[in-house]
Nanobody, 122 residues
Framework: VQLQASGGGLVQAGGSLRLSCAASGSTFSRYDMGWFRQAPGKEREFVAAISRSGGRTYYADSVKGRFTISRDNAKSTVYLQMNSLKPEDTAVYYC????????????????WGQGTLVTVSS
């Protein structure tokens, strides 16, 4: 499966952005999907994940209550709605896909998009 992330940009603290990740090349509904991010000078970290049906979601504590992951299997797209953004949310955001049990572990994701940059100004 090929993944294409989009929707990043520059936003002021307290603002919102919605990231999208469009999948192609395989049956989207067979994959659990995750969002990860990498801030400058830091390791990539888990943000959110959603099961194939959309019935289960996981969130990092740092984004819980502010970010919402969702998916539209008919459009082969996963979304990350980000509200109440903070400067510490500044990072390159990556979407990823895997088959199997829903997980937050980065190394278990097999397919990765190219990343989209989110910059939150204070």
């Amino acid at each position: 499966v090929q993944l294409q992330a989009s929707g990043g940009g520059l936003v002021q603290a307290g603002g919102s952005l919605r990231l999208s990740c469009a999948a192609s090349g395989s049956t989207f509904s067979r994959y659990d999907m995750g969002w990860f991010r990498q801030a400058p000078g830091k390791e990539r970290e888990f943000v959110a994940a959603i099961s194939r049906s959309g019935g289960r979601t996981y969130y990092a504590d740092s984004v819980k209550g502010r970010f919402t992951i969702s998916r539209d299997n008919a459009k082969s797209t996963v979304y990350l709605q980000m509200n109440s953004l903070k400067p510490e949310d500044t990072a390159v955001y990556y979407c990823a896909a895997r088959k199997g049990v829903l997980t937050i572990r980065e190394y278990e994701y097999e397919y990765w998009g190219q990343g989209t940059l989110v910059t939150v100004s204070s």
